[in-house]
């Protein structure tokens, strides 16, 4: 009778890396060995094990670092086995894996300080490669109604309209926001209009009496808490 590991033993070398994740898990995997199975194939002088080693060289094995490149990105490493199609398919793979950190089930989360909020934000804010302003709407027992993208902008800023946030404030019935926006450039410090606009965004809310609990700028794995620096 055929078994499945007599079957196995006969793929071929690239094929090695799905053969241990059926026989061990995928947690017994290396991160070249995962990347080797997007890649599915190697090239007549490299297997695909190669050539995602030689990928994770070139971002000095920081996974946050590949996760923010491009489909030109990756090719542009000219990297012996990864074309378009292939870079498509790693792009593709580190974006589902940030959807799902996303989509995780944090609805009704009660938010206790900023280490809290950042857990909730970071996976929308962390990795992106231009700035973003987000808002997290809360209830009175400091819970989460809804997560908002306030705007999109580019490398090096983008606009936060007061009237949105708080229009979608009142719609949710909140009655506090945390406003978050990432720094694309890994500087952790408030510019002078990041500070005029927590002003602002904080005079806003005081006249329809819904309290601005923080603002954090996000830059990786790292934030910078307006309250926390007692900037509120």
Do not use: C
């Given at each position: 009778?055929y ?6 033993k006969?793929?071929a070398?690239e094929?090695?890396?799905?053969e ?8 017994a ?6 990347i ?5 194939t ?5 297997t695909a094990?190669d050539?995602a080693r030689?990928?994770?060289a070139r971002?000095?094995h920081d996974?946050d670092l ?6 030109a990105d990756?090719?542009?490493?000219n ?5 378009t ?9 580190l ?5 799902q950190?996303?989509a995780?089930?944090r609805?009704r ?6 280490r809290?909020?950042f ?5 929308h ?6 700035e973003?302003?987000?808002?997290l709407?809360?209830n009175?027992?400091?819970r989460m ?5 306030v ?9 936060a ?5 708080f229009?979608q404030a009142?719609k949710?019935k909140?009655?506090a926001?945390i406003?978050?926006h ?5 500087n952790l410090?408030p ?6 606009l927590?002003r602002?965004?904080k005079?806003?809310?005081?006249t329809?009496e819904i309290?601005?609990?923080d ?6 794995k790292s ?5 926390d620096a007692?900037m509120l």
């Amino acid at each position: 009778m055929y078994s499945q590991q007599s079957g196995i033993k006969s793929w071929a070398e690239e094929d090695r890396p799905r053969e241990k994740l059926l026989l061990k898990g995928v947690s017994a995997l290396s991160d070249a060995e995962l990347i080797a199975i997007l890649l599915r194939t190697g090239t007549q002088a490299h297997t695909a094990v190669d050539s995602a080693r030689q990928l994770l060289a070139r971002v000095d094995h920081d996974l946050d670092l590949l996760a923010r490149m491009s489909v030109a990105d990756l090719v542009q490493l000219n990297i012996s086995g990864i074309g378009t199609t292939k870079a498509i398919g790693i792009v593709a793979a580190l974006e589902l894996g940030r959807r799902q950190r996303a989509a995780a089930p944090r609805k009704r989360q009660q938010v206790s300080d900023s280490r809290s909020a950042f857990e909730l934000l970071a996976p929308h804010l962390a990795d992106k490669v231009h700035e973003e302003f987000w808002a997290l709407l809360l209830n009175q027992n400091h819970r989460m109604l809804e997560l908002y993208q306030v705007s999109i902008g580019g490398l090096t800023g983008t606009v936060a309209d007061v009237r949105k946030v708080f229009e979608q404030a009142l719609k949710v019935k909140a009655t506090a926001v945390i406003l978050a926006h990432n720094h694309p450039s890994g500087n952790l410090q408030p510019s002078s209009a990041d500070v005029e606009l927590t002003r602002k965004m904080k005079q806003g809310g005081e006249t329809l009496e819904i309290k601005v609990l923080d603002h954090l700028i996000v830059a990786g794995k790292s934030y910078f808490s307006f309250a926390d620096a007692g900037m509120l």
